[in-house]
């Protein structure tokens, strides 16, 4: 199994940034994406960012691009999504996923088979 642990949310003026981070254990090799989802209240979850975990593929959320920057640290085993000019629409829950190597491109929840418990994001007006 692979045990993700999130961190970093909190409460941010609009136009304010957050950074967050996911450190991953266990079986870490069996890693191939590690991303970042999002669910809002009474809205389903969102792709937001995902990362090969070689680092050769980055794929974001078209609505984000511009926005939010993920990026990997693998000696640490970590995951880190950099969001930029917050908005109160980007108000929701986010969570880490991973996904194994059968996985089709990382950009749908159905890629993943871990996930962590979430990190509350909240963006005031």
């Known amino acids: 199994q692979v045990q993700l642990a999130e961190s970093g949310g909190g409460l941010v003026q609009a136009g304010g940034s957050l950074r967050l981070s996911c450190a991953a254990s266990?079986?870490?090799?069996?890693?191939?994406?590690m991303g970042w989802f999002r669910q809002a209240p009474g809205k389903e979850r969102e792709f937001v960012a995902t990362?090969?975990?070689?680092?050769?593929?980055?794929y974001y959320a078209d609505s984000l691009k511009g926005r939010f920057t993920i990026s990997r640290d693998s000696a640490k085993n970590m995951v880190h999504l950099q969001m930029n000019s917050l908005k109160p629409e980007d108000t929701a829950v986010y969570y880490c996923?991973?996904?194994?190597?059968?996985?089709?491109?990382?950009?749908?929840?159905?890629?993943?088979?871990?996930w962590g418990q979430g990190t509350q994001v909240t963006v005031s007006s």
């Open positions: 266990g079986r870490i090799l069996e890693i191939y994406y």
């Open positions: 996923a991973t996904a194994p190597a059968w996985a089709r491109d990382g950009m749908s929840d159905n890629d993943y088979n871990y």
């Open positions: 990362v090969h975990w070689t680092g050769r593929d980055i």
